[in-house]
């Protein structure tokens, strides 16, 4: 498909949303042209499936957790909650600096899970949650200031899988947990991924890695590359030293900071603080960098020029493009099955598919949600079954499709990492 048919497909995409009450000024899920395009990307530009994931998503947004994902993350800080020492001793995960495309880095060491210790002073309830802040993040705060660092749009995150000291018996532990997380992100923040590099993998790895592959979606896999401990050259190709951390072979220790894995250290910290409690005060209507905030061209506070560069930016959709970055991610020609779209009397207390569970499959093909017909883009806020047995159950009688799952092939041998 030639870029002007996707830039025609996106225009026809924005007017389908705004036709059918699914996109307004200020959503959170954002409304710019990148936003867009993921979606239409996650669905191989097909606009009927592009907009059955869009509605989906809106409804998950607003229905999560029973408060949806606006207020979840007023309540929690994804770079700053009480428990955060202790999830990290736990489940080591973290957003430090960028690579020499400007990617947000993304890092997790598997090798420290311990959700037994974990849950004796944490609910797994309240981690999870603290795992869907830190999913919203990535596309509410971290990647729009990567985007204002490097001048240009940045569309995906580089994430990096450290296995070193990781077993078989942590696999089990957290295995629904990871499918889970797989789940929300292909479903609800599709295409922020631009590459997963798996390193320090121990022998034995690719009976771990089968039972994880059909979790992932095939586009998914394709960006999956897969390295023992001589992974430090592969990595250095795409990081610089100074911010790949020391414990991966990199310089990086942000001493003076708390470490690399609780430094926060990238651009998406510039005045944080500030702009977070002027954002929970209403004074601004977002949290995250506008337009000349991080350069010093508008001071935190002071918002009128930048809303201004924003509303002329939205104004340029009439001329769509697609970012540099957004090209580096793979796309095919072959648009996807269509899927019925739910009735007019489908069930209106959908269950929420973020409670992880070991039955909750990934659905990057068939949306996990089927929304209600009627006004599903802004419902209020109902709370959700709290037993996560039955939702699983009311899931699957209502909407079969969600357990469907997606295969795809690694390739057998390691492959570099694509420059």
Partial sequence: MAPRDHDAILKEFRETLVNQDLLHDGDTIGT??????????????????????????????NTVEGVGIDQLYRQIDPFDYPERDLVFDCWPLYFHKVDKKGRPLNFHHFGGINLNKLQKNMSLERFWRTVLVNCEALTR????????????????????????????????????????????????????????????APMGFSAI???????????????????????????LELIDEDALPQSLGGKCTCEGLGGC????????????????????????????LLPGELHGGVKVGQQNKAEELVNEK????????????????PSSEEPRPEVEQPSGDAPTDTPSSSDPSPESGSTSETSSIATPASDASHPEPVERPRSKEASIQEVYQQHPETRVVQTGDLHSEPRALQG
């Avoid at 992932?216 to 896999?221: D, F, G, P, S």
């Avoid at 894995?261 to 002027?278: L, Q, V, Y």
């Fill in 314 to 329: 939205n104004q340029s959709a009439a001329a769509p493009s697609r970012s540099p970055d957004a090209e580096q991610l």
């Fill in 261 to 288: 894995m609780k430094s926060n250290a990238g651009p998406w910290m510039h005045e944080r603080k500030a702009r977070r409690e002027a954002w929970l005060r209403g004074e601004r209507e977002t949290v995250a």
């Fill in 141 to 200: 705060e971290v990647l729009p200031a990567a985007s204002e660092a490097a001048g240009r749009s940045i569309g995906g995150t580089f994430v990096v899988v450290d296995l070193a000291g990781f077993g078989i018996s942590q696999f089990w532990q957290m295995k629904d947990f990871a499918r889970s997380s797989f789940q929300v992100s292909q479903d609800y923040f599709p295409e922020t991924m631009a590459q997963l590099a798996i390193v320090n």
């Fill in 32 to 61: 710019d042209d990148d936003t867009l395009l993921r979606f239409l990307r996650a669905r191989h530009f097909n606009l009927k499936q592009s907009t059955l994931m869009w509605k989906n998503c809106q409804h998950w947004r």
């Fill in 209 to 235: 890695w089968n039972v994880m592959k059909p979790w992932l979606a095939k586009e998914t896999v394709a960006k999956v590359a897969i390295y023992g401990s001589d992974y430090r050259k592969h990595l």
